[in-house]
């Protein structure tokens, strides 16, 4: 139990190398694992570059291209085409670098800050057989996803899937106190149980903490929470974020999963997202200062990194207050 999401998949991460004795670790291009050095080397996008421009890049970290679509590239234009493709795409990959020297492949179950890309049909469920194949341990990230944000308890269950390792944070205590996770399968805990584990922290397990992840997790499934984010919030995102993807020419594509969304901000102009991920060429700087200005007005705090706007309420939020939001 480390104390933030970072610390968790560094963890993670060397529990895998130290279970196998492999050094590499696959995750996606459009991810984000953590801010220390590692989780960072490990997360595919810019952030990266905080880590690399210092010059302290740890080795060992290969990237692969996530299965679902972006501006400029698609493994296809269905589900099932996308996740065959993806999926050998991922497979070259793993053989071109060999299997041998794979630890683990890194991936979040539900792309979360990247913005909310749901992984197609199929996609997770051929990672697992991958990692069967290969003998590579599977490491899925739910620092967000985790504790009823998608509306189940873990994110996985949707893909019917069962991770080698899993960590989670942010729901764990309601970001009431800091507080994260890794929990592993029956044979990486026995090998642990007679070796080293070769990882600790501070605040590893720290009591008020855990106490106050206790409570918040019995509150979570007494109330089930989760089945609430199915049944109640999740019908009010779909809907709204439908809604607001037809409305303006400046929203693109909108999707959500639970109680998690994410609308796509373009140039109407050209169709194009309104800047990069980075924050750089912006083509409409006077437009996104209006919007960011706009939500403050009306008291409305949220994730705003354009051309991305998340949509995350609270799991135990009223469906009036959620609709006043939108």
């Known amino acids: 139990f480390p104390s933030g999401g970072a610390e968790a998949n560094e963890a993670a991460m060397r529990v895998a190398r130290r279970f196998t004795g492999r050094p590499k670790i696959i995750s996606h291009y459009r991810s984000y694992h953590g801010g220390t050095a590692h ?34 590239f698609s493994f296809g234009v269905t589900d099932e ?34 913005g909310a890309h749901i992984p197609p049909r199929g996609y997770m469920e051929g990672v697992r057989a991958l990692c069967d194949k290969y003998d590579i341990l599977m490491i899925l990230d739910e620092v967000m996803m985790g504790f009823g944000r998608t509306g189940k308890f873990w994110a996985f269950e949707h893909f019917g899937v069962i991770p080698d390792i899993v960590t989670s944070a942010k729901g764990l205590t309601g970001a009431y106190l ?4 890794v929990a592993v399968r029956t044979p990486i805990k026995e090998h642990f149980e007679a070796n080293p584990l070769g990882w600790g922290a501070t605040f590893h397990a720290h009591p008020v903490a855990m106490a106050a992840g206790y409570e918040c997790t019995k509150y979570l499934l007494e109330h089930d929470l989760p089945g609430r984010v199915a049944r109640v919030l999740e019908p009010i995102m779909r809907e709204e974020i439908a809604r607001l993807s037809g409305k303006y020419a400046s929203i693109g594509e909108g999707r959500c999963i639970g109680a998690f969304g994410c609308l796509d901000l373009l140039d109407p102009r050209t169709g194009a997202p309104v800047q990069r991920f980075d924050g750089s060429r912006c083509s409409k700087p006077e437009a996104i200062a209006t ?29 009036e207050v959620l609709l006043d939001g939108f």
Request: net charge negative; with cysteine.
């Open 39 to 72: 989780a960072l080397t490990a997360t595919g996008d810019f952030r990266t570059g905080f880590v690399e421009s210092a010059g302290g890049a740890p080795p060992g970290f290969v990237k692969t291209m996530n299965p679902t679509d972006s501006h400029h």
């Open 81 to 114: 085409e996308r996740a065959a493709r993806a999926l050998a795409f991922l497979e070259e990959q793993i053989l071109c670098e060999g299997p041998g020297s794979i630890a683990a492949v890194l991936f979040e179950s539900v792309i979360g800050s990247g």
């Open 178 to 181: 800091p507080l994260s996770m």
């Open 291 to 319: 919007f960011r200005a706009a939500l403050r007005a009306n008291g409305l705090f949220g994730f705003v990194r354009p051309p991305a706007f998340h949509i995350a309420p609270p799991l135990v939020i009223e469906p």
